[in-house]
């Protein structure tokens, strides 16, 4: 037991105190996500979703991400996906306007951004909320209140407020706990889903609706596809870089070979969980108000989650935001001049040719490890088209779900790995390729 790495997790204070916060702040967030708003029959919601034949595949899409908040009509509802979009629209913003992006640069600019995000996050809360509000009305006897005015006012004060309190308790998780607070409370809502997800199999399996051998062949290639995620995960091209060596003082600096560490999906998740969130804004909007409105209908539609142009858009975007996050996070430029400024240089390039080296280097890699993932992504949509699986245990099998799984539990092994490292413990594997440990 003295070498047993869980252990030795709680043996470091810190580590213990942070597992434990992040944990109790999972648990407040669970039972937000139960917690009904004003103004909401529980059981007339339940009779509702049970009386569909076939379910609805937004509400089953969004409920995924949430943890059940969005058929539950909780104040946890719309989870982070508000501020999320809004993220997006401010990146882009910075790109876009040169103002911004040097108000951006000056000191304090990043809180300035910051708070300007959080500002617009209300405001698609709002808009999110309002249209909630529409849908839950569209539902006999889900709305108690005799006020139609004052059930939406209530329900977007209370929603907006609940998406808002989501976003504390993930920066706090974040400040305070193991890190990536936003992607744990998405990852705490897709792991909530799960025994659900597992019993609709199982009684689909004893009811004769789904071949046994047909969940073997899938559980096999769910197997397959999380050791491929893995693999693409940490997979990386190293770029080599030399120092020449240079005398300061009575010292002597340089002279040493190095490599800049690229990996094949430089940002992780980032692009999925965008491309998800910015398809469920006009997704969202358009359910909600589609039965009153005949084009939000047909918009409904036509961008269903199960639907093929839904899928094509979301590898779409996927690749573009692959490219955009890359760009921000990893700029070509402010490498390659560092790399001139340290004395530095890549064997085989000239030293004016290193940003566009870089810039090609990025490129190629970033391509296949974008496609890598828009290809899971729609792997739902092509298991249920073959096997006929539920949607739920359909997006188990791959798609946004699992690439969001496998990318935070890696990254949270390697905060615990440097954590440990740093208390001079061995990690949490003996074996394999967890960053920390090959830093």
Request: proline fraction near 5%.
């Amino acid at each position: 037991m003295a070498n047993n790495p869980i252990v030795n997790m709680f043996k470091v204070k810190e580590l213990r105190e942070r597992v434990f916060f992040t944990l109790v702040v999972l648990a407040v967030f669970r039972l937000g996500s139960v917690l009904t708003i004003p103004g909401i029959n529980p059981q007339a919601l339940t009779a509702y979703f049970d009386s569909l034949t076939r379910g609805n595949a937004f509400v089953d899409y969004m409920d995924f991400f949430a943890g059940g908040a969005f058929s539950n009509f909780s104040v946890f509802m719309l989870g982070v996906m508000p501020y999320i979009s809004t993220q997006i629209i401010m990146q882009l913003a910075l790109i876009i306007f040169p103002s911004l992006k040097r108000i951006a640069r000056e000191d304090g600019g990043q809180k300035k951004v910051q708070a300007w995000t959080r500002v617009g996050t209300v405001v698609v809360c709002l808009i999110q909320s309002l249209a909630v509000t529409v849908y839950a009305t569209s539902i006999p006897g889900a709305v108690v209140l005799s006020s139609s005015l004052a059930f939406k006012f209530i329900a977007m004060i209370s929603v907006t407020t609940g998406t808002m309190i989501t976003i504390w308790l993930g920066e706090q998780i974040t400040a305070r706990g193991i890190g990536n607070g936003i992607s744990m409370l998405i990852f705490a809502g897709i792991v909530a889903r799960l025994p659900s997800a597992v019993w609709e199999l199982g009684s689909a399996v004893v009811d004769g609706t789904i071949n046994p051998v047909f969940v073997i062949v899938v559980f096999t290639m769910f197997i397959g596809i999380i050791i491929l995620v893995v693999f693409e995960q940490q997979g990386q091209r190293k770029i080599p870089v030399h120092y020449a060596k240079r005398v300061v003082g009575r010292k002597m600096y340089g002279g040493q070979s190095t490599y800049i560490p690229f990996k094949i999906n430089p940002s992780g998740v980032i692009p999925v969980i965008f491309a998800s969130s910015f398809l469920q804004f006009p997704l969202q909007i358009a359910t909600s108000l589609g039965p009153d409105v005949r084009w939000l209908n047909r918009l409904a539609a036509f961008l269903s989650p199960t639907g093929w142009w839904y899928n094509i858009f979301l590898v779409l975007l996927i690749v573009f935001f692959a490219y955009f996050y890359t760009q921000v996070q990893f700029n070509p430029a402010e490498i390659a001049k560092n790399i001139r400024e340290n004395g530095g240089s890549i064997p085989g390039i000239r030293t004016d040719k290193t940003e566009e080296y870089l810039q090609k280097v990025l490129n190629r890699i970033v391509l296949p490890g974008s496609l890598y993932l828009a290809v899971i992504a729609v792997l739902p949509t092509i298991i249920q088209g073959l096997f006929g699986l539920p949607q739920s245990i359909a997006m188990l099998m791959g798609g946004t779900s699992l690439l969001i799984i496998v990318g935070v539990d890696l990254d949270t092994m390697s905060q615990i790995e440097a954590l440990l490292k740093m208390h001079h413990h061995d990690g949490l594997v003996k074996k394999g390729k967890i960053r920390s440990r090959n830093l």
